[in-house]
């Protein structure tokens, strides 16, 4: 069974500090995304990783850096949370190749800011 | 990258009924895909049909696209409870920078009562 996981599905944190997200994929997947997802505005991309060490911008990379160490793992890191990132943080993965491969989605991370 | 408009926002049928959804979206595209989203299964990949393609099925589910209205339309035969969720598509086009990413709107939420 295929499995995207992410590391806390709930996490509360205080303007300023420094929070990671951690995913990993068990697929051997090369692209990995992170989205947000928000009432009102839908799913945006935050950043996409396509390989190793290869990362580019989505839609709404500011305020965030991505790490991508290992193959199997991609870290979201807002490096001051502000409350405007309060959110549900989504993280994807997808085999390299073709446009329309599926993605498979992780459970969630509900991020509040205080 | 462009987003789909899932029409209507919201639909409540009985189980066994049938549940059509559709959805709208701007510009060319090189597949359409559609994923579904509740608490218990977070968002799932459910169909994908390309640009080519006019008509897809898999289990209860027919994904039917027109290109030239940039339309496509999502029906569930003989719905269940358990097929309760948010229904998002995700119109997806192909190169540039875009890496095949998606963007989700509001989606249709569905309701099926017992």
């Known amino acids: 069974d295929v499995k995207v996981t992410q590391s806390s599905r709930y996490l509360v944190k205080r303007t300023g500090e420094k929070v990671f997200l951690e995913c990993v994929q068990d697929m051997d997947h090369e692209n990995m995304f992170w989205y947000r997802q928000d009432p009102g505005l839908g799913l945006r991309l935050i950043y996409f990783s396509y390989d190793v060490k290869m990362k580019e911008k989505g839609d709404i990379p500011e305020g965030y850096s991505v790490s991508r160490e290992k193959k199997e793992r991609f870290s979201l890191i807002l490096e001051s949370a502000s409350t405007n990132q309060t959110s549900m943080y989504l993280c994807a993965s997808r085999a390299q190749g073709r446009w329309g491969n599926e993605q498979f989605f992780g459970p969630g991370t509900r991020l509040t800011v205080l | 990258s462009q987003q789909g408009e899932e029409d209507p926002q919201a639909l409540s049928i009985q189980e066994g009924e049938n549940a059509t959804m559709n959805c709208s979206y701007k510009t060319s595209i090189n597949n359409l895909q559609w994923y579904r989203q509740n608490s218990g299964r977070g968002l799932v990949h459910l169909i994908l049909i390309r640009s080519n393609e006019r008509e897809k099925h898999s289990g209860r589910l027919r994904v039917t696209l027109d290109t030239s209205k940039k339309s496509s339309s999502l029906l569930i035969t003989a719905s269940r409870a358990a097929d309760t969720a948010s229904y998002f598509c995700?119109?997806?086009?192909?190169?540039?920078?875009?890496?095949?990413?998606?963007?989700f709107g509001q989606g249709t939420i569905l309701t099926v009562h017992p």
């Open positions: 995700a119109p997806v086009n192909a190169g540039g920078t875009s890496y095949g990413k998606l963007t």
